[in-house]
């Protein structure tokens, strides 16, 4: 977690000192570590900009070292996973290094911590400003001599902390409606987008968008600071809402698609929560209006606030793997949404797709089409700069024959992809693998990743790290029953995979469903099923980048109930994880989850999220950790009562 110690001085909570975002450094030792907070009581600005500014004090020496300017990569470190840099940061003729962060890195206790690194040879101060619209609405300073001499950068991180005092500016208002937008139109076939503005928001046909709220009849997940804040109504069914996926914005709103029936036909939706409004805005139409049904939605959001939504839809006489994608509003926040176009060649039927953006711009599908005679593994990128998808290719060229199945694709922020799928002849499938590597602008030839014969268990899974290392997990016949292994793709041991290895010994029941998340570092979390008589229970074991072993596999959970369903895991860049499950119990499907503390290294109980008499079954979670750790849950939710199926959400606070 880094070097967290406390100053005297000053006495500043090093919280967040050791959260870094993912392709960001820890704070090394040469750190600078510096807290902001705010006012008691202070009301966010609307459009507000974070300034910083390192400046020399009272015309002291130079900022410089040798000569060499601050640098541009180094000086702000452990930024927070939603914020953005989005000046350049230089040294003007005042010898001041002026940076501006975007979006709102502050806590719900009002503080941001962030590290210095770089070359100060002088007496500095710090400026910190909180401004909106050219108007400063809080400003803090610190001198480096406040901490007993100028804080030089040396062998020992340093503390300082800004107070930062707000002025007469006030908070500002709110700013005018900006209006639903209109209903976009279906975009051409061909893999392009349509380019217009519109196409979110505006549609009211029956959603209950609503705020979170508690309806008495969630279970917390524990008792310690991060307990199960809210379970809350997302979308009313109209009247079966289904397929969520979720993404978190680099603002902190959270964004949903969905699909469910407008008008003739089910549609994809999205709708995104408003973290300083507590509410949920209109939910709007996304998808193709012009077509059959669609399903299998799924939904991803860079960095900046771009988001690419993929689903599978029926046109003509076949389906087609359709996609629409939503820029960011300039604030890092998603914006309006695009037309919608088919990304497939529209030969044969396509469907299960998946979607997910590296640190570059690009969004990468993929997903399974039928070439005739068989299912295969197709492929396409979203070039953002380009404003277009490109044109799709095939990508398990070398293949051993057989139906691929359950494709699953993780991207790199530096921009490689993996998928991973299994194919062979019935009754076994190997696991399958395929990298692109951005530099070459294509894919490798795939591969079996694993040895011997597998058990047609349909998914394996594969998560990526910053560094471009991948870890994939899969169910494997071990000679006596299902039991859960792995491999590890390491870009700098000549770009290869591994060896497999054993995530579990001495299974007593079938293990299947695993799952896999890994963090900033390349620390990664395993969980998967095992059943055993009768009843389903949750397991995990965890892999160390600093050792390359995996430890010794345990059950994460004590509910001892019925079958479990869908299960899902999230981790975020310090290695705090969410677990998710559908499980069968008191008579119905019920959502459960579990969440695990890095800072500690412990998990907590699971629990229900939502139960109250009333509830129908619960199935299909999707999670999801925002920048500080805390987890969200989104899942779909019979309601007996109304003769609906409607999409839910619970967050951690």
Same mark, same amino acid.
């Given at each position: ?51 910083? !500014? ?64 770089? *070359? ?63 209903? $976009? ?8 987008? /349509? ?35 809210? $379970?809350?109504?997302? $979308? ?72 690419? $939504? ?26 309006? #949404? ?11 039927? &396509? ?5 997910? #953006? =590296?640190?570059?711009?690009? +969004? ?18 979203? =070039? ?11 990508? =398990? ?6 139906? +691929? ?13 993996? &998928? ?23 894919? =490798? ?11 047609? *268990? ?9 560094? /471009?290392?991948? !870890? ?27 060896? !497999? ?67 899902? !895991? ?9 677990? &998710? ?11 459960? &989850? ?12 699971? /629990? ?7 509830? /129908? ?37």
């Amino acid at each position: 977690m880094g070097r967290c110690r406390q100053a005297a001085l000053f006495g500043v909570c090093a919280l967040a000192c050791a959260r870094t975002a993912p392709g960001v450094r820890a704070p090394s030792a040469n750190a600078i570590v510096t807290t902001i907070v705010l006012p008691a009581g202070f009301v966010k600005p609307p459009n507000e900009e974070v300034h910083i !500014i390192i400046d020399e004090k009272d015309g002291g020496a130079s900022l410089f070292d040798g000569g060499r300017a601050l640098s541009t990569t180094t000086v702000l470190d452990n930024i927070p996973a939603q914020t953005e840099i989005a000046s350049t940061f230089d040294v003007d003729s005042n010898y001041e290094w002026r940076g501006r962060v975007m979006g709102w890195p502050f806590g719900g206790d009002g503080t941001w911590t962030f590290d210095l690194e770089g *070359e100060i040879t002088a007496e500095f101060r710090i400026i910190a400003r909180i401004v909106s619209a050219n108007v400063t609405y809080a400003e803090g300073i610190i001198d480096s001599d406040q901490d007993g001499g100028p804080l030089m950068f040396g062998p020992v991180t340093r503390y300082a902390r800004v107070l930062m005092t707000a002025t007469d500016a006030g908070s500002g208002d709110a700013g005018a409606d900006a209006g639903a937008g209109a209903v $976009a139109d279906a975009g051409a076939d061909g893999g392009t987008d /349509g380019g217009t503005d519109g196409g979110y928001g505006g549609y009211d046909g029956g959603y209950d968008a609503g705020e979170w709220h508690d309806d008495g009849g969630y279970m917390p997940w524990d008792a310690g600071p991060c307990e199960l804040g809210m $379970a809350g109504l997302v $979308a009313r069914g109209n009247p079966i809402a289904s397929s969520p996926a979720v993404a978190l914005d680099s603002n902190g709103g959270l964004n949903i698609v969905w699909t469910d029936t407008v008008g003739p036909r089910v549609n994809v939706l999205a709708n995104r929560f408003e973290p300083w409004s507590g509410a949920f805005g209109d939910a709007g139409l996304i998808g193709d209006d012009a077509n059959g049904n669609s399903d299998q939605a799924a939904f991803a959001v860079d960095w900046n606030g771009n988001g690419a $939504a993929v689903w599978r839809q029926f046109v003509g006489n076949r389906t087609r793997v359709i996609a629409n994608r939503a820029t960011a509003d300039g604030g890092y926040s998603l914006g309006r #949404w695009n037309d919608a176009g088919a990304i497939d060649n529209g030969v044969g039927d &396509a469907g299960e797709p998946q979607v997910a #953006w =590296d640190g570059m711009r690009n +969004a990468h599908a993929v997903w399974l089409q039928r070439d005739g005679t068989r299912d295969a593994v197709w492929w396409n990128r979203l =070039d953002l700069d380009a404003g277009r998808w490109l044109d799709p290719a095939r990508i =398990d060229t070398n293949v051993a024959g057989g139906n +691929a199945v359950g494709v699953r694709l993780s991207v790199a922020s530096g921009g490689s992809a993996f &998928a991973v799928w299994r194919e062979g002849a019935a009754p076994f499938k190997n696991v399958w693998a395929n990298r692109f590597v951005l530099s070459q602008g294509r894919w =490798d030839d795939a591969g079996p990743i694993d040895t011997g014969l597998i058990t047609d *268990e349909p998914t394996a899974d594969v998560k990526a790290d910053p560094m /471009g290392n991948a !870890i994939a997990v899969w169910a494997n016949w071990d000679g006596a029953r299902n039991t859960v292994w792995a491999n590890r793709f390491d870009s700098m041991d000549a770009g290869r995979w591994g060896s !497999i290895r054993a995530l579990e010994t001495n299974a007593t029941g079938e293990s299947d469903l695993a799952r896999i998340g890994v963090d900033g570092w390349g620390n990664a979390i395993a969980v998967w099923k095992r059943d055993e008589g009768g009843r389903s229970t949750v397991w995990a074991n965890r892999y160390s980048i600093s050792t390359d072993r995996w430890g010794d596999a345990g059950r994460i959970e004590a509910i001892d109930a019925g079958t479990l369903s869908s299960l899902e !895991i999230a981790v975020d860049w310090a290695g705090n994880a969410v677990v &998710a499950w559908s499980q069968y119990t008191w008579m119905k499907n019920v959502v459960f &989850a579990t969440r695990y503390v890095a800072d500690g290294g412990y998990w907590f109980d699971a /629990g229900a999220l939502y139960d109250s008499p009333d509830a /129908g079954t619960a199935t299909a979670p999707k999670v999801t950790i925002d920048w500080m750790g805390r987890p969200i849950v989104v899942w779909q939710q019979d309601n007996p009562g109304a003769g609906t199926t409607d999409i839910w959400a619970s967050a951690c606070r």
